[in-house]
């Protein structure tokens, strides 16, 4: 199976951000520069040169030895400190104004078609690294991808909403090649809430070109175990991905949605079996390509549909012998990947289903392949790779028909009223699942307060202490230790019913909203939204420098 390495994936997004650097621009930042400097220095955060020169030297670094890192390109780098330094200068106006929020930015089969989503398929193997450049954003707190053959999604939790949802599509505009105004036409965007709902739905196959697709739980669940350790894969995403798991489950046992639930591995069977001479494959040739997990459930699938016989090109035979012994009463005939052009001209029906991220099947391969059976007329090539496995202009052959996972949705009308019936049941199961995300996800926003009231109060009791002990010269050890008992005591008695009040208990009959305002008044009161704030930015900053 052709696979492209990662190495391959990161070139290519290193030559498409090559192309764009020079369109960035440092001048709209360069105000804040001052205030940063300040503001870094009276945090005891470290000097601006040492930021700046380790900046330029990992950015040099990524600069192919055998050439000169560019001026424009120094510039455009240059620009993304600066607008980080802008970040901390204007942060404490910024984010006490406009608070941070879980949005979702992305892209599937019925906002775009595949010719715009596979420009921005991630492989499985390249995740941690757009995490980590996601967060690397100035408004990107925490993030996750979800890529599949029908959707590309960015989970993020965004500092500024307005401005961390530009920034990802910024992002997404670099490494697909893809203008700024033409993602902004196919994308989605939902915040908070929406966006809740709308993984939660995804995960439940509520969302999926086939309704109740099982597939997609597990390449949810492959989100989240990717993401583990992950730096940029903080608490509110992980929660937000194990609820939607536990949501996916639910649906599944308490509803009958997934009763008779077709994948798209499945849907392209079904598909082929139709345009097969009398809709039979009892003796059509068919050829498989990849035998990974796609694959495997085509072959699966083919097999319960009465094909005896079929050959699979895959780059290792491991696979394939697996499969061999676990489908007794088919032929699967393994071939290395170097003869799949001469197994295509002995195939009426080809599958594709690899992770490749260049086409395996261009027009003048196809136009060289033998003539097809002449009761088929047609080649029939049944691409369900995102990207494309099949060269899109190979069906301007005569000889030649190629479908993609975009002309699926004809084989599912059929059960679609049935399945919007089940998918109502899967809403209630939906709501109950969100109103508990909420609650958790609330209760994480008075964290940061409880630990700086906390934090500040001690800081006095020890200072007060310390002036006490002063003040009374020589003491013994046991009448230190009684001071600081007291002193411990007091500050325990004092926080007893500010803490009361800052936490979110299952048991409490008091609303969310009541312990926020709480929480805000608390923050008022003893100045503890600066020193939160700075927290944020301190992460991102140390962040940048690693």
């Keep these: 199976m052709a696979v492209s390495t990662a190495s391959d994936f990161s070139g290519l997004l290193a030559r498409r951000r090559q192309l764009s650097a020079s369109s960035s621009s440092s001048s709209s930042y360069c105000n804040g520069s001052e205030m940063f400097l300040k503001l870094l220095k009276d945090q005891s955060m470290g000097s601006s040169k040492s930021v700046h020169n380790r900046t330029v030297s990992l950015r040099c670094e990524a600069v192919s030895k055998d050439s000169v890192c560019p001026i424009d390109m120094f510039d455009s780098k240059k620009s993304n400190l600066i607008a980080l330094e802008q970040l901390k200068a204007s942060a404490f ?38 995490i980590s450049e996601l967060c690397d954003l100035n408004h990107i707190e925490e993030a996750a991808v979800l890529s599949t053959c029908n959707r590309i999604e960015i989970y993020v939790v965004a500092l500024s909403q307005h401005r961390g949802v530009r920034e990802v599509t910024e992002w997404m505009s670099k490494i697909s090649g893809i203008p700024f105004s033409e993602l902004c036409q196919h994308r989605f965007l939902f915040y908070n809430k929406d966006a809740t709902r709308h993984l939660f739905e995804v995960a439940s196959g509520l969302d999926s070109a086939v309704l109740g697709e099982g597939q997609i739980l597990a390449q949810v669940k492959q989100v989240k175990k990717l993401g583990q350790g992950q730096a940029g894969f903080g608490r509110k995403i992980s929660g937000l991905f194990e609820h939607a798991i536990i949501t996916g489950k639910r649906v599944r046992t308490e509803t009958n949605i997934a009763s008779g639930s077709v994948s798209v591995s499945s849907v392209a069977v079904e598909l082929g079996q139709v345009k097969l001479p009398e809709c039979s494959y009892d003796g059509a040739r068919i050829l498989v390509i990849g035998a990974g997990k796609m694959g495997k459930l085509v072959i699966k699938h083919l097999a319960a549909k009465g094909c005896t016989k079929m050959v699979v090109v895959n780059r290792t035979e491991e696979r394939v012998s697996a499969l061999r012994k676990e489908l007794k009463n088919v032929e699967v005939i393994y071939k290395p990947l170097s003869e799949m052009m001469a197994c295509a001209s002995e195939a009426d029906m080809v599958f594709t289903c690899t992770a490749s991220e260049a086409p395996l099947f261009l027009k003048d391969h196809v136009e060289r392949l033998l003539p097809v059976n002449p009761k088929l007329g047609q080649r029939v090539f049944i691409d369900i790779s995102v990207p494309r496995n099949v060269e899109p202009c190979v069906s301007d052959l005569q000889t030649a028909e190629v479908y993609n996972v975009d002309d699926l949705k004809e084989v599912v009308e059929a059960n679609k009223e049935d399945r919007q019936r089940k998918a109502m049941e899967a809403q209630s199961v939906i709501s109950d699942e969100l109103s508990k995300f909420e609650a958790w996800k609330d209760s994480l926003e008075t964290v940061p307060t409880i630990k700086k009231l906390r934090s500040y109060m001690e800081r006095i009791r020890a200072s007060e202490v310390e002036k006490c002990l002063s003040k009374m010269g020589d003491v013994t050890d046991k009448q230190k230790k009684a001071i600081h008992d007291l002193s411990m005591g007091m500050l325990k008695k004092f926080l007893q019913g500010p803490m009361q009040h800052l936490r979110i208990d299952a048991n409490d009959c008091r609303k969310p909203e009541e312990v926020i305002e709480n929480m805000h008044a608390v923050n008022r009161m003893f100045d503890l939204e600066k020193e939160i704030l700075l927290d944020t930015v301190r992460t991102k900053v140390e962040r940048s420098q690693k």
């Design 93 to 130: 106006d910024r984010y006490t104004k406009e608070k941070s929020c879980i949005a979702v930015i992305g892209l599937n089969i019925h906002t775009a078609p595949v010719a715009v989503r596979e420009k921005l398929a991630i492989p499985e193997q390249q995740c941690a690294q757009a």
